[in-house]
C-alpha cells in the first residue's frame, strides 16, 4: 500500500527531499507524473502521490519519509494495498534507467 500523509502533518517540509521516487510534495505545489503536470492532492499539507510511491520498496529497508517525520504522520494508507511485487514493479517503472538488484531486507519492508 502506499503511504499517506494524515492532517497532523506540520508542514516541516523534512519528507520531501527524502522520497527515492520525488512521490512527495508541498500543500498546493502540482505534481508531476510520467512527464505531466496535474493539480495538488493537498492544499494545506505535503501529501504523496500514490501512483510515485512504493513505500520505498526497491531502495531502502523502511518508509524514508515515516523515517523523518517528527510528529509520526506518515502511514501506510488503507485505500491503497498493494503487494510487495506490485510495488517493485513500480520502482523500475519510474526508474526505467536503474537495475535493481533482487529485493532484500535492505530494499523491502516486507523482509524485515
Ligand atoms: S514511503 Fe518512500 S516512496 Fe513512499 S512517499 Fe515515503 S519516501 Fe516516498
Ligand atoms: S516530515 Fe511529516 S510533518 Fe514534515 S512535511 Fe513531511 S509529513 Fe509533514
Known amino acids: ?7 497532523e502533518c506540520i508542514n516541516c517540509g523534512a519528507c520531501e527531499p527524502e522520497c527515492p521516487n520525488t512521490a512527495i510534495y508541498a500543500g498546493g505545489a502540482q505534481y508531476e507524473f510520467e512527464g505531466q503536470q496535474f493539480e495538488a492532492l493537498s492544499n494545506d499539507f505535503y501529501y504523496i502521490v500514490p501512483e510515485k510511491c512504493t513505500e520505498c520498496v526497491g531502495h531502502y529497508e523502511q518508509e524514508q519519509c515515516a523515517a523523518v517525520c517528527p510528529v509520526d504522520c506518515c502511514v501506510p494508507d488503507p485505500n491503497h494495498v498493494e503487494t510487495e511485487e506490485e510495488l517493485f514493479e513500480r520502482a523500475k517503472k519510474l526508474h526505467p534507467d536503474r537495475v535493481f538488484p533482487e529485493l532484500s531486507p535492505a530494499t523491502s519492508h516486507f523482509r524485515k
Open 1 to 7: 500500500m502506499a503511504t499517506m500523509i494524515t492532517e
